[in-house]
């Protein structure tokens, strides 16, 4: 038997032979009877339990948090941290390896990937997790195709164009680098060789292009991979080669892109949103933000970072494309704001817009429809799906001027229904992007002093988390139906993530904190004494660890075309150690949840 | 299928080597040793152990951190080409081995005098005795526990006339809805054996019985529950 304890099976994977070897060595199997007991709350455990068969249940008091299954181990706080939290109690025949302390204590001590399966702050587990299957970086570059990396487009200038028209032409693209199309040949001009041509060899501006370009093109294929490009550029020392689609001339990859895709190309993005001269001119840059989502996430960078880069990119779309629609009018007494996730700066994957206008007094009303329109078109356009709230600019609730909207918010504090909360709660996460900021610091601070204290107000704000349960992970699939979804799948934005946003959300309203961030808000928060830091600590940790999943699991949905499922995630898939950091995480929401519940008595709602 | 008590006086009576007395002595309080045998054939009288692992349960646990286990060499037959098939114990492993008479006094010792527990323990057992006789001149004397004959009781106890009996290992394994572990490597077959024997030993003491109509219990769902 022990040969046939599974090394595979995370975190054990992180061992070496020979500590597999003394591991497996020391093994015992033990036998749970239906209803036994095996850990209780306050108890030190002498083993490592590692289900072999069966199931057992993970309770706290009267809650089902968990139930484990085959390959799941338990319970790392009672071995290493001194003493179990919760019950472990069998529900069936139940059959699990028993690995000892002492040995699992001396390979903590010896192997570091493994002991991260024993940190107690569950987003650090993560991390160390999440580094083993994405040790690719550079690797991914390289297989990367030329067409990720490659721009267009292909200018084409005829042989006796003059040194002029080219640089024109090329100007006009913005590109570095233009075909010359001479007595059925091709060849490359570039800026380079125009430059050299006129301030070094002093030629003037009306000789022919044919007569500075070269005709010795390198070119590669769209579908070919990055690393045959290098080969090439290496081999005939080129910064530059030619890219070709189906035949055809399509553009050139240069060295400055492949860059780009190792560092997902986020640094290129501002400067091509600067460029653009019209909305169409904001449809690639658009489409890239989105695209280095998925890079950087391949590339190992931790998804708030990914979210601050995201959020930081679009932000400057939405100055560029306001500059770019907004009449002079709008321009001058508007101003755009951002709210929900995008106003958070926690959205990854584009899941909806929430934006808005705030006037400081009337506009043409013709070109404010006009706007409405256009800036909630070309977004659809861009990618961002439309909010299901309609909380955009194109709906005239939320691009009014000032006193209409707050007008509007008294009535929504007024109103007792679950809508009018959820629109507070998007409204209280704005941020404002460009214009008339000071519009939306007025608004907020209206919003914030007709909030700020009122108790029966805020509770029920704060009632809107327990519109969803957070269940135990792999427990009642009565549950599960609840919050709408297949058995064995967790909605992670309404089981995890939504109630640590809305808490804070609720929490800095009572505390008229300003932050929109919900880090910031946290910070804010243990500032202020609501909480301590070390609990504030971990809840920030589990909303990472939802937000990484839940980015895993939108990344699949894209792959796969089926963007229902982008919340969704299946405990069954996840490998143990996952399943054991989204574990402890449910449980820190859980712990969570029951301090709001006491805080603003939320029972009292029903 | 435990030897009688007049056959236990008997060999206690002609043990050969009175070293071996604690064969005779009752094992400790909620123990059993789990034992298989890897043969080059199913015939006790010509055939030979070439594995043997055995591994001590005592209450619920079965302690693998503390097992028996070795290769044997054959002292005179050659491993047929179709036991060699079943085990993949080649001649070459089994020629690193020790003859059973150099393997079996460690082996005693390891299950002193507590009940053995396998499947189709019988025939271990008799393939054992063969080489006891010629070392200490007498038959193992320990209580056997066979984990088919629990399976049966549990399963077919009350079956009507006419029912269909399924004993095999596998058969059983699935039942009780124990993952099956590589078979015939001589220490899975006794740790599964002591799986077994543990969970029918405790469906036994809580009067359970094996349903006759399930087919097994399944792929177990992916979060266990």
Redesign the interface.
């Known amino acids: 038997m022990p040969s046939a304890f599974d090394a595979s099976n995370p975190p054990f994977d992180r061992l070496t032979q020979e500590e597999i070897g003394e591991l497996r060595a020391a093994l015992d199997i033990a036998y749970l009877r239906p209803g036994e007991a095996v850990l209780i709350p306050g108890q030190k455990s002498e083993h490592l339990h590692v289900v072999i068969k069966g199931s057992i249940e993970v309770r706290d008091g009267g809650t089902l948090n968990a139930v484990l299954g085959p390959k799941d181990a338990f319970d790392s706080r009672a071995l290493v941290h001194g003493a179990a939290g919760e019950d472990f109690i069998a529900t069936e025949e139940t059959l699990c390896y028993l690995i000892p302390r002492g040995v699992v204590l001396n390979l903590i001590s010896r192997n570091a990937g493994f002991a991260a399966f024993f940190y107690s702050e569950v987003s650090a587990k993560l991390d160390a997790f999440a580094r083993a299957h994405r040790q690719e970086g550079m690797e991914s570059v390289l297989r990367a195709r030329v067409r990720e990396a490659s721009r267009g487009p292909a200018v084409m200038v005829p042989g006796d164009a003059t040194l002029a028209e080219a640089a024109a032409r090329m100007q006009e693209a913005s590109i570095n680098a233009a075909y010359v199309r001479e007595d059925g040949r091709i060849g490359v001009v570039t800026g380079m060789n125009l430059a050299k041509a006129v301030l070094l060899k002093q030629l003037p501006l009306d000789t022919p292009v044919r007569q500075v370009c070269h005709f010795d093109v390198i070119a590669v294929d769209a579908e070919d991979f990055i690393f045959e490009a290098l080969l090439l550029m290496t081999r005939h020392d080129r910064r530059r080669v030619a890219v070709r689609t189906a035949g055809e001339f399509t553009g050139f990859l240069e060295d400055i892109h492949i860059l780009g895709l190792v560092a997902g190309n986020s640094q290129l993005i501002p400067g091509r949103i600067d460029r653009a001269r019209n909305v169409a001119d904001l449809a690639a840059p658009a489409q890239d933000i989105q695209g280095q989502v998925e890079r950087l996430h391949r590339q190992g960078v931790k998804v708030e970072q990914i979210a601050e880069i995201t959020s930081d990119l679009n932000r400057r779309l939405f100055v560029k494309l306001f500059d770019l629609l907004a009449p002079p009018a709008i321009r001058k007494h508007g101003c755009l704001m951002i709210m929900g996730s995008e106003g958070r700066g926690e959205q990854t994957v584009r899941t909806d817009q929430d934006n808005g206008l705030l006037l400081d007094g009337p506009v043409p009303a013709a070109e404010l429809t006009r706007f409405r329109q256009d800036f909630s078109g070309a977004l659809a356009d861009f990618g961002f799906p439309p909010c299901p709230g309609d909380v955009m600019v194109r709906n005239p609730l939320w691009s009014q001027p000032l006193d209409g909207l707050l007008r509007q918010l008294r009535l929504w504090i007024m109103d007792r229904t679950p809508e009018a909360a959820m629109n507070l709660a998007i409204f209280f996460d704005a941020v404002a992007v460009t214009g008339r900021t000071s519009l939306l610091a007025e608004a907020k601070h209206a919003l914030a002093e007709m909030m700020r204290g009122e108790r029966a107000l805020i509770a029920r704000f704060a009632n809107l988390v327990e519109s969803f349960e957070t269940p135990g992970l792999g427990a009642f699939s009565a549950l599960m139906e609840k919050v709408g979804v297949a058995a064995d799948a967790i909605d992670i934005k309404k089981a995890g993530i939504f109630p640590i946003v809305h808490g804070m959300r609720a929490m800095a309203m009572d505390r008229g904190i300003m932050a929109t961030s919900t880090a910031g808000r946290i910070e804010a928060l243990v500032a202020a004494g609501a909480f301590s830091a070390a609990f504030g600590q971990e809840l920030l940790s589990a909303l990472r660890v939802f937000m990484e999943y839940r980015l895993r699991a939108q990344l699949e949905a894209v792959r796969r075309g089926v963007l229902e499922t982008e919340a969704l995630v299946l405990p069954g898939s996840l490998s143990p150690a996952d399943r054991d950091i989204l574990r402890d995480a449910l449980r820190i929401v859980r712990q969570f949840r029951e301090t709001l519940r006491s805080r603003y008595n939320l029972a009292a709602f029903g | 299928m435990s030897r009688g008590a007049l056959w236990r006086l008997f060999y206690r009576a002609s043990l050969g080597d009175h070293a071996y007395k604690f064969l005779f002595e009752p094992g400790p309080p909620d123990e059993a040793v789990a034992l298989d045998c890897e043969t080059t054939g199913l015939d006790p009288r010509h055939d030979d152990i070439v594995a043997v692992a055995a591994?001590r349960i005592r209450g619920?646990?079965?302690?693998?951190?503390e097992?028996f286990e070795a290769f044997v060499r054959p002292e005179d037959s050659q491993a047929g080409a179709e036991s060699i098939k079943v085990h993949r114990i080649r001649q070459r492993d089994v020629a690193d081995a020790l003859p059973m008479r150099k393997v079996l006094p460690d082996l005693l010792r390891f299950i002193g005098g507590r009940p053995l527990v396998g499947y189709y323990i019988d025939f271990d057992v008799r393939m054992l005795d063969k080489y006891a006789m010629d070392l200490i001149e007498v038959k193992l004397p320990n209580p056997q526990i066979e984990v088919s004959g629990m399976y049966y009781d549990r399963k077919y106890g009350n079956a009507p006339p006419g029912t269909v009996f399924d004993l095999r290992f596998d058969n059983i394994l699935k039942d009780?809805?124990?993952?099956p572990?590589?078979a015939h490597?001589a220490?899975?077959d006794a740790?599964m054996a002591?799986?077994a024997y543990?969970?029918l030993r405790?469906?036994k003491a809580?009067g359970v019985r094996i349903r006759r109509d399930r087919m097994g219990q399944g792929p177990?769902?992916?979060?266990?529950?």
């Open positions: 591994v619920n646990r079965i302690l693998t951190s097992r009780l809805g124990i993952p572990l590589a490597d220490l899975n740790v002591g799986m543990l969970a405790d469906m809580r177990p769902p992916p979060t266990g529950g």
